[in-house]
């Protein structure tokens, strides 16, 4: 079974607006959220995280929103620029447990 | 410093076979846990060592073992290769703690023939 869901499988984008990305869990022991970002032939890279104990955390460009009762959390991009177009991975670990489980991901297209 | 090293970066073997990839996780990091990325399926835990022991393990196979070293050099075996075993294999390593970010190595790309 996913726990961590991404329905998303691509979305485009114009540059300058913004990309949302949107990711869903089932495990109601997740407290800790995490977005990786992955470009072809490249190891994923650690973009942004949130504990379950915030409903929002933003770094530059970077928001992550989390609503805890929908289990439900989003990375906005604002403005969106050129060099974001990757593939985004939501993941999530739970309480008491260090292992990491990764939805299987969103590619975003950033469109001139 | 030095990042996560992952070596061969490629592979070719054919079904039966066994294949060994290796993790160099960076300087100071003692967990390393390793990850299947398929098209269909995203990034899949296989398995995390920590300190020599390994500390959490996906649902994978038992064809699918690792283990890691004293210099947390880490090395994942997997045995009988089947065609579905194709895939990019990443490792990524940390200081150990789940609050604390994982940086991923390039992956060994894995094809099953």
């Known amino acids: 079974d996913q726990q961590v869901k991404q329905n998303s499988p691509s979305l485009s984008v114009q540059e300058g607006r913004i990309s949302i990305l949107n990711c869903d869990y089932t495990?109601?022991?997740?407290?800790?959220f995490l977005w990786y970002k992955k470009y072809p032939a490249e190891g994923p890279t650690f973009l942004i995280s949130?504990?379950?104990?915030?409903d929002k955390n933003e770094d530059g460009r970077f928001t992550v929103f989390l609503n805890k009762s929908a289990k439900h959390l989003s990375l906005h991009i604002v403005p969106s620029q050129p060099g974001d177009s990757a593939v985004y991975f939501c993941?999530?670990?739970?309480?008491?447990?260090?292992?990491?489980?990764f939805g299987k991901g969103t590619r975003l297209h950033i469109l001139p | 410093k030095a990042g996560v090293t992952q070596t061969p970066r490629y592979l070719i073997k054919t079904r039966g076979q066994q294949v060994t990839l290796s993790c160099s996780p960076i300087?100071?990091?003692?967990?390393v846990s390793w990850y299947q990325q398929t098209p269909g399926q995203g990034l899949q835990f296989l398995f995390e060592?920590?300190?020599?022991?390994?500390?959490n393990k996906g649902n994978f196979p038992g064809r699918f073992s690792g283990r890691q070293f004293s210099n947390s050099r880490s090395e994942m075996n997997v045995s009988t290769l089947e065609l579905g075993d194709s895939a990019l294999y990443l490792c990524?390593?940390?200081?150990?703690?789940?609050?604390?970010?994982?940086?991923f190595g390039p992956g060994t790309r894995l094809l099953v023939l």
């Open positions: 495990n109601s022991m997740f407290d800790y």
């Open positions: 060592y920590f300190s020599e022991t390994q500390r």
């Open positions: 993941a999530a670990s739970g309480v008491g447990d260090d292992k990491i489980i």
């Open positions: 300087s100071g990091h003692r967990s």
């Open positions: 990524a390593s940390s200081r150990g703690r789940r609050e604390e970010t994982q940086y």
């Open positions: 949130i504990s379950s104990i915030k």
